[in-house]
């Protein structure tokens, strides 16, 4: 695959091609979105655009892969030798200390047969700690013509001091897409809200209301739904172990569906306050999540680029605290008073 063939990802493409074009490529970076699989082939293309020998050019500047030459072909098949892959293992799960000095050793020597080194971490959210320190050094001193990839569906789970080391490129598609009429007309009235002048810390608490209705809805609707469905509701003679074990794993899935439309109704939150910061870089209406909602121009406005760019990063860091045991509502309390609105 090359570029050309993600279509329904133009934003982040396009900004990755620009870097490109302009000779601005980073270091590292971290790309997020909601199907691994399509990150991966992102990451892909993107090494072979880097090492390819019959490049789509613009202005001289390589923007896609011809996808058929040998490099094209050696990095699709994984055997690519600058080209190098980290996933979580199939038993623990976890990207490994071995794995990623291994893979830190390749990235420090020149490339074999290309023009890049290229490293590709596919679950850069399963890092175990030491994993994750021992990436940390090379992050923090890159080797020349070299290039470090993360991917990541969950990246509230990647270290900040990792994060905040990468560019950040989210392949989610269009967001405004995926979302239902229902969580549209509550993220209406969230922005209409958060747009009005927040003087008093009264108002930053009727924010927090709001979200916090929401997500007391969301559970009681999770709730419902999968109690109706356990096998708790069809079986009433049931003997004490097995009723006690099936009620523990009906808490558990509950739990964990209830975090996963949480994470929904963040990530809801969080691209319209990009909109925010898009807006506040004056970027075109085609680039907007949320064209049709109101109120992220007034805040960028009032608030300009860093601000605005400070908003994203206190949502990535309470989502990040609500993957721990921290109590939820702290968490969001701290977080919306923490926001520039």
Partial sequence: MAFIDFPEQTQGVALLQRSLQRGRLGHAYLFSGGQIETLEALARTLAKTLNCLDPVRDGGAAIDCCDACLPCRKADNE?????????????????????????????????????????????????????????????????????????TTEPGRILETIVSRCLRLNFAGDGSKRWTAEQIEWLTGFSALASAEQRSLLGRYRLMDVLAQKLAALRETVDAELTARSPLEKYDDLEKDLRERWEDELKAAIEAEYRRRRADVLSLVQWWLRDVWLQSL????????????????????????????????????????????VQEALALEVGLLKLNL
């Fill in 79 to 151: 055997s690519h030798a600058d080209v190098h892959w980290a996933r979580p293992e199939s038993k623990s799960r976890v990207v490994t200390i071995d794995q990623m000095r291994e893979m830190m050793r390749e990235i420090q020597l020149k490339p074999n047969e290309a023009g890049y080194k290229v490293a590709i971490i596919a679950g850069a959210d399963r890092l175990n700690a030491a994993a994750a320190n021992s990436f940390l050094k090379t992050l923090e001193e890159p080797p020349p013509k070299s290039v470090m990839i993360l991917l």
């Fill in 282 to 325: 004056e970027a075109g209406r085609e680039f907007l999540s949320f064209p049709e909602i109101g109120g992220a121009d007034k805040v960028a406005a009032r608030i300009g680029t860093v601000r605005a760019g400070e908003n994203l990063r206190t949502l990535e860091r309470t989502q990040r605290l609500l993957f721990t045991n």
